[in-house]
């Protein structure tokens, strides 16, 4: 459990601009401010993030949707809230996609700072961090800071879909399979 006062000193850095590691409901990620353009590049070159690839952004509610420009008709606003919380991420446009996480102290985390970008905690191409100590070999000093989940964390990315008329188009299979059960897939 996280003391009032680390979490308030992690919204503070975030808030300032800081990025950090820590678990998500899928992976640890390498967080940031979406709406912050120079903690967005320093995550980019952190992870050596191809060019043109874009981050899955966490949101905390539906408003945050909102607030990113995005404006949901009633049929994905009923699909949404069969999968959200949780480890989906809706691809809106080309070049963006946002998930809202299950995880507790991530979601309080992002009421408090805003939206967040968090890719997999490693450099492109190499195995996504399961452990602080993995994430500490691929960034050292180069995060401002990392919060421990206390355990392995070796889970599968966020399934990626894209939603058109009603239906789920799976991008990405990743931790979440119960889309036939759910929703219309095509």
């Known amino acids: 459990m996280i003391k009032p006062q680390e979490l308030d000193n992690i919204v503070k850095i975030l808030k300032s601009g800081g990025v950090g590691v820590l678990p998500t409901d899928t992976?640890?990620?390498l967080v940031g401010r979406a709406e912050d353009k120079k903690a967005v590049l320093r995550i980019k070159k952190l992870k050596k993030r191809s060019a043109g690839k874009p981050f899955i952004i966490l949101i905390s509610s539906l408003k945050d949707l909102a607030k990113l420009g995005v404006k949901l008709d009633e049929a994905?606003?009923?699909i949404l809230a069969k999968i959200w919380p949780g480890p989906v991420s809706v691809a809106f446009t080309k070049n963006f996609s946002?998930?809202?996480p299950k995880n507790k102290l991530l979601t309080e985390i992002i009421k408090k700072t805003g939206p967040?970008?968090?890719p997999s905690a490693n450099p492109e191409g190499l195995t996504p961090a399961s452990t602080i100590t993995?994430?500490?070999k691929y960034f050292s000093d180069r995060v401002n800071f990392y919060l421990s989940a206390n355990k392995k964390l070796t889970g599968q990315p966020s399934t990626l879909i894209k939603l058109e008329k009603g239906k789920v188009k799976i991008l990405r299979q990743g931790q979440f399979r119960?889309?036939?059960l759910l929703l219309p897939t095509y």
């Open 134 to 136: 993995e994430a500490r």
């Open 76 to 78: 994905t606003g009923q």
């Open 27 to 29: 992976l640890y990620g």
């Open 178 to 180: 119960r889309f036939r």
């Open 98 to 100: 946002a998930r809202w």
């Open 116 to 118: 967040l970008v968090a």
